[in-house]
Structures are given as C-alpha cells and as structure tokens.
C-alpha cells in the first residue's frame, strides 16, 4: 500500500504537475486540513480538483487527527509560523506547459 506521499505524488503526476516531490515533502509535515488546503490551492490553484486532492491527502495523512484541536495549541502555531518562513517556492509545473527541469 503506497504512503499519504507517493499517493500525492502519483495525482500530482496524473494532474500533469511535475517536480514537486520538495512540496510534496512540505505539505506532508503540516498538522491541518486548513494548512494543507492554503498552501496546496495557493500553489495549484484554487479549484474543486484541488480542494478535494487536499482533503483526501489531508484525511490519509492526518487520520482521525481533529484539525480545530492539532491547531489550537501554542506550540504549533509557533512551529507553523516558522514552517511558513521556509516555504519552498513550487519548483514544479504542468508538464503540459512543457517545462521540463530534465
């Protein structure tokens, strides 16, 4: 059975989004559906297909894990805030653009 992050990174591929394997990296260590949601539609746009590839990796990733309670502690705002000043740029693009970092 493949991992929460070769499942996201085998969508990422069939959506035609290359190169993200960093991102994939970084999303994978975030504590919340919100987060997750932010950075993914921030980065890939803000459409159903999006929402929904957030919400199923969220929901492998995270399991029963309540997001409203991973979020609301102290500590994890401050390592959510230090996340966010080392977000990496997306690296990645539609391979039908045909930019290839090959």
Known sequence: MA?????LSQQLVELGWV????????ISKLDSLEEIQIYMTSLLGDTPVVVD???RFSSMNLGSVDSTVAS??????????????????????PATEGNSNE
Do not use: F
């Open 53 to 55: 590839l957030a919400q």
């Open 19 to 26: 190169g993200l394997d960093d991102v994939v990296e970084y």
């Open 3 to 7: 991992t929460a992050k070769q499942w």
């Open 72 to 93: 609301s502690s102290a500590g994890k705002k401050a390592k959510r805030r230090e996340r966010k000043r080392a977000i990496p740029s997306g690296k990645g693009s």
